[in-house]
């Protein structure tokens, strides 16, 4: 029997809730540390998680701003560290499609695209009647925007009473974080070849130009790991 | 230094622009041409370099730890992701962990 919409969203949250909000615990928490070292107001960390609801572009802005970045400059790198949710976006629609929705619900829906929800939809949506997906997503992407919120402002609230000596740990967490993403979960070799030359890019642009190196790390990098792979693939084909 | 809050909406936007689009080119464009392949290239390289800078050139409270002590705890958190059945908290809090230890043991 098919599921309400209510009882979809439902399922959604509860899966959402366990393993997958833990997973972006250390990261979150630990940009609500870096937001409170950074000078920033607890509620400009919270409401911006909500509002962007991507962690790489919200440490590139943090990044960009303490570094007095034009404002293009911004946020041309906060679109481009967070451009892999067009394709993503792209691949998950049409697991959600269905004729009992309106559009704007995709629209909606696309907001809460983010890697810990594709996920998990792209691994059960397909055991699950058209019908119910796009509640399922809904459901699990609230609980993770909501509980990131939260994390935010704990880790805030943390950073901001404890000696410095612990805070170095704290506000270390999300760069972690995403080191041990990146290091422990390389799938192909455009991920291997664009996460390394970004590694080397990222110091050797910031020594160039503090203000603009984020964005050269990223779009010079990338480049370079985009043109070597369509030449060594070239070659093989 | 710009309004930061200007900044926000600025950036919420250029984000949502691409979720946006998926739901608009779904179905219309593939995803594994050219483009796409650049997009995530320059993605991935954007914060692989920033976290790569934070960790050998950080601002900041991180700036006051010491650079080997940085690149210990990356190592350890690692190791620990793997250890622990890739278990992310568990790497990362690990990490987190050490470099705290190892900050504090040098004024010892």
Request: aromatic share 6%; hydrophobic share 35%.
């Given at each position: 029997m098919e599921l309400s919409a209510r009882a979809s969203y439902l399922n959604g949250v509860r899966e959402a809730l366990g393993v997958p909000v833990l997973v972006l615990v250390a990261g979150y928490l630990g940009f609500g540390a870096l937001a409170g070292a950074s000078g920033v107001s607890l509620w400009f960390a919270v409401i911006s998680s909500v509002t962007i609801w991507a962690l790489p572009g919200q440490l590139v802005l943090l990044d960009m701003w303490q570094a007095g970045a034009p404002l293009i400059a911004v946020i041309l790198a906060v679109s481009l560290a967070n451009a892999r949710f067009l394709p993503m976006t792209m691949t998950l629609m049409p697991m959600l499609r269905?004729?009992?929705?309106?559009?704007?619900r995709y629209y909606l829906a696309a907001h809460l695209v983010a890697m810990v929800a594709w996920v998990a939809c792209m691994r059960r949506c397909p055991g699950m009647p058209a019908r119910e997906r796009l509640h399922f997503f809904m459901g699990f992407g609230t609980v993770c925007v909501v509980s990131c919120a939260v994390m935010v402002a704990i880790g805030y609230l943390i950073a901001d009473a404890i000696p410095q000596q612990l805070q170095i740990g704290l506000v270390f967490l999300s760069p972690l974080y995403f080191f041990v993403i990146m290091a422990g979960e390389v799938r192909s070799r455009l991920m291997a070849l664009a996460l390394g030359y970004g590694a080397v890019a990222g110091p050797l642009c910031q020594l160039y130009s503090p203000q603009w190196g984020v964005l050269m790390a990223g779009v010079g990098g990338g480049s370079v790991a985009f043109l070597i792979l369509k030449a060594t693939s070239s070659k093989h084909a | 230094m710009h309004d930061l809050w200007l900044l926000m909406v600025a950036a919420g936007v250029a984000t949502y622009f691409w979720r946006a689009l998926g739901v608009l080119l779904t179905g219309r464009?593939?995803?594994?041409?050219d483009i796409f392949n650049w997009i995530s290239c320059v993605a991935y390289a954007m914060v692989a370099g920033l976290i790569m800078r934070i960790v050998v050139m950080p601002g900041g409270?991180?700036?006051?730890?010491l650079l080997i002590h940085r690149l210990l705890a990356c190592g350890v958190a690692l190791a620990a992701y793997r250890a622990c059945r890739r278990n992310l908290l568990a790497g990362v809090g690990t990490g987190a962990v050490v470099l705290i230890v190892l900050n504090a043991m040098r004024e010892y």
């Open positions: 269905d004729d009992s929705h309106p559009t704007w | 464009v593939a995803t594994d041409s409270v991180l700036a006051s730890s």
